[in-house]
């Protein structure tokens, strides 16, 4: 089932965490928006016509195999993929109704966060690395509050409360994920990107940081890339397939992952791809 | 820590206990629609079938996605797997019940045949099995799904008995051949039930204890 | 045993032995150096060495304070000059490394190194002391700055490359600018090496005599300001050295021991903070 570009997406809202409202259709709000976007490293085009959505308030989820453009795509969510000079973005990427090529790039960062595939603390205590994103962007408010706030959040309060001046770097890799989660979250952005957040930690960091996910989505939208496409069964409302550049199919999760339109899309799914 | 996918074991659960009450319910009203020659009662357990299917349908899609999106495991994966089968026994129990109040209906106009000794005693048994075997569900009880198994041998015998008193009134008087026929059937009905009861408690045991303990004449080695 | 493996274990055995002993003489060359200026120099070390100023010739004794001074001095002002400069143009070199600027950059970095300091003493000379029509400190401190620039150039640049590209873009992430980025992230994260580098690139210049020659050229007073010429070790241990007084032979060596003893503080210095905090994330 393909998404139309408009904002406003039709989908049999079965979602994920259960409520079989079944056979249902209404009409979410996205709150961002791609169209007809292509990409280029150089001259070679690594994103084909992609369009869908992001909708608000829920996971998103990008699967396909390795190298087949998924991160790519989401970088461009925030404008990220502008740190390699050779990178071309033709089309459109609309943060709530607005052209996100339009905006001052640094004002986007805030609205659109990421946390990264390997955890990448700052060499700052734990509290400097909530903190900095407040500072930068001139926050204003109680800086230990609002750093307590995020660290809640994302689950971890409870195991640094007593520590915030200790180096980051002392945290083990599933806390200093999620230390980079509370990070992203102290400026309290709109959207959430997450790309390949557990591939570097262990299963029981990995669930925990899932669950957190779960919960998040009614804080921030979320976007998550992984190459575990198990995790985006597990976690995400809407799943997109990408392959070599292309969307594939984009649907609700339940859809995908047991009635999947393309078979292509099945073919990956069941395990049949390369 | 609580996974989120409990939330919706959790409401699998319910959905299945509650198409259970439904089924059990319906037995109840059709066999007592029968009994008390009571058409209204027969009736509503024909308008109540839809309820029963419904939810049938709803449980099958629910059991699909736990499937697909949670690769679930161990206790979790035989509970899902054995909702999948108690489904659609609970649904054959609703047919049951209604080709009981069919059978109610037709028979509304005809005397009875004789006193009802033997079906209440059966219809009660049965309805105990069902009972009894949904409990077991909730509770994962062992020891009483193992009580229902054994009840079985008694329905099958009150069926027996049925069927060879009601022969003997068909031979002695052609005229109440019908309604006897019907009773018959009603009796095969309760019996059918009964069996459906047996097979939900047999997936407790596997719930429960892992065993698939159905055929045990086959050889599983 | 065959006599062929026998032969090749003697070959084996007496080149290893001889790449030990040719380790052992170089180590051996500082030490040798270090116990011969602490044997000729070490009696001279005293109290007023430190705290006098030279006498006049033919007297006996009298210190170097002035030359000491001189050299702190110079390399504090050096330090101001060279290592700011460096700093800067090495984080250009790091944030724009693709540019053909860098690339010219970089490799005019590499040549002014390789200037012999004698000809960045006659530069200095030109450009500071012919204007002012003296010596002074503040020549000196230019063309010791100079020698400075390039090395803390580059080695910034190398250690902020250094610095793994996910740092940067998680505060990029956050809306940092990057200019933002390179103060609050990228620098804090490098700075155990570019700390280490400056120090270096002190300790490297602490003794360079050449472009003193003429340029903070010699006191045998104290220095007012920064406009007079002053004293400085290296120059001070030429001046005596080739001198025909035996006092101030001795002094030269105290001079000298008191010069590596600077120079080998520093590199320890620089060495340990290296080492000791290269913040590894643990995996």
């Known amino acids: ?274 | 820590m609580e996974r989120h996918f409990e939330k919706d074991l959790n409401e699998l659960k319910e959905r299945l206990l509650w198409m259970g009450s439904l089924a059990e319910r319906a037995v109840h009203q059709s066999v007592h629609a029968m009994l008390d020659t009571d058409e209204q009662l027969a009736k509503r357990v024909l308008d109540e079938e839809d309820a029963i299917n419904e939810l049938q349908l709803e449980i099958d899609d629910r059991v699909v996605q736990l499937l697909a999106l949670h690769q679930l495991m161990a206790a979790d994966l035989r509970f899902v797997l054995a909702v999948s089968r108690i489904n659609n026994d609970l649904e054959r129990i609703g047919d049951q019940a209604v080709n009981i109040a069919q059978g109610a209906l037709r028979i509304l106009r005809h005397p009875r045949v004789k006193p009802y000794v033997d079906l209440p005693r059966m219809s009660e048994l049965v309805e105990e099995q069902v009972r009894n075997a949904l409990n077991a569900v909730v509770r994962r009880d062992v020891e009483l799904a193992q009580k229902v198994m054994a009840t079985d041998d008694q329905v099958d015998h009150y069926r027996d008995q049925i069927f060879r008193e009601l022969l003997t009134y068909m031979m002695g008087d052609s005229s109440v051949v019908f309604p006897a026929f019907e009773l018959i059937l009603v009796a095969k009905n309760l019996e059918r039930i009964g069996d459906h009861a047996t097979n939900i408690a047999e997936d407790v045991i596997y719930i429960v204890q892992g065993q698939d303990i159905r055929h045990p004449s086959v050889d599983r080695r | 045993m065959t006599a062929r493996v026998k032969w090749r274990r003697f070959v084996s055995n007496f080149m290893l032995t001889l790449t030990g002993v040719c380790a052992l003489v170089s180590v051996s060359v500082l030490f040798f150096i270090l116990g011969y200026l602490v044997f000729n120099g070490g009696t001279s070390i005293n109290w007023a060495f430190f705290t006098q100023l030279p006498k006049p010739v033919g007297e006996a004794g009298g210190g170097m304070a002035n030359a000491i001074v001189g050299s702190a001095k110079l390399l504090m002002a050096a330090s101001l000059f060279g290592v700011p400069i460096g700093f800067l143009g090495g984080i250009y070199l790091s944030e724009f490394s693709g540019s053909a600027v860098a690339s010219v950059v970089r490799y005019a970095a590499d040549l002014l190194n390789g200037v012999p300091s004698i000809v960045i003493g006659i530069f200095a000379y030109s450009v500071v002391v012919l204007p002012f029509k003296h010596f002074s400190t503040l020549a000196g401190a230019f063309a010791l700055g100079l020698m400075m620039i390039p090395i803390t150039l580059r080695s910034t640049e190398e250690f902020l490359n250094g610095v793994p590209r996910y740092l940067r873009e998680g505060a990029m992430a956050l809306g940092a600018s990057k200019w933002k980025t390179i103060a609050s992230v990228v620098v804090p994260a490098a700075y155990r090496g570019i700390l280490t580098a400056i120090l270096l690139a002190l300790a490297r210049v602490a003794g360079e005599t050449a472009p003193l020659l003429f340029t903070a050229f010699g006191n045998r007073y104290w220095s007012q300001g920064w406009g007079q010429p002053t004293a400085s070790l290296p120059v001070m241990i030429f001046t005596y050295a080739v001198s025909p007084y035996e006092d101030w032979h001795r002094q030269a060596w105290a001079a000298g021991l008191v010069l590596l003893g600077l120079i080998l503080i520093i590199n320890i210095l620089a060495r340990t903070i290296l080492s000791r905090g290269i913040a590894v994330p643990r995996s």
């Open chain 1, 1 to 274: 089932m393909q998404a139309s570009s408009k904002p406003g997406l039709s989908v049999n809202i079965v979602t994920n965490t259960g409520t079989a409202t079944h056979g249902e259709t209404a009409s979410l709000p996205m709150r961002m928006t791609i169209s007809k976007v292509d990409f280029y490293y150089g001259s070679k085009q690594i994103l084909f016509d992609i369009n869908m959505g992001i909708a608000d308030k829920r996971v998103t989820a990008l699967i396909g195999p390795s190298g087949c453009g998924k991160s790519t795509l989401l970088r461009a969510l925030n404008r990220m993929h502008e740190t390699v000079h050779t990178s071309r973005l033709e089309g459109e990427i609309q943060l709530d109704g607005q052209n996100i090529l339009a905006q001052d790039v640094t004002t986007l960062r805030r609205r659109v966060g990421m946390v990264f595939q390997r955890p990448n603390p700052f060499p700052k205590s734990i509290f400097d690395n909530v903190a900095y994103g407040l500072r930068i962007n001139g926050i204003k408010g109680s800086i230990s509050e609002m750093v307590e706030k995020s660290l809640r959040r994302a689950a971890l309060w409870e195991e640094v409360k007593d520590h915030l001046h200790k180096s980051a770097y002392e945290l083990s890799g599933g806390q200093q994920q999620r230390l980079c989660i509370a990070r992203a979250l102290a400026v309290e952005p709109e959207v959430l990107l997450l790309d390949e957040p557990c591939s570097a930690l262990d299963p029981i960091s990995t669930a925990k940081i899932e669950e957190l996910l779960v919960e998040l989505k009614n804080l921030t939208t979320i976007a998550i890339v992984t190459h575990n496409m198990q995790q985006a069964a597990r976690v995400s409302d809407f799943t997109a397939f990408v392959l070599t550049g292309q969307m594939i199919e984009f649907s609700a999760t339940p859809q995908l992952f047991t009635t999947p339109s393309d078979p292509r899309t099945e073919a990956y799914i069941t395990g049949r791809f390369g």
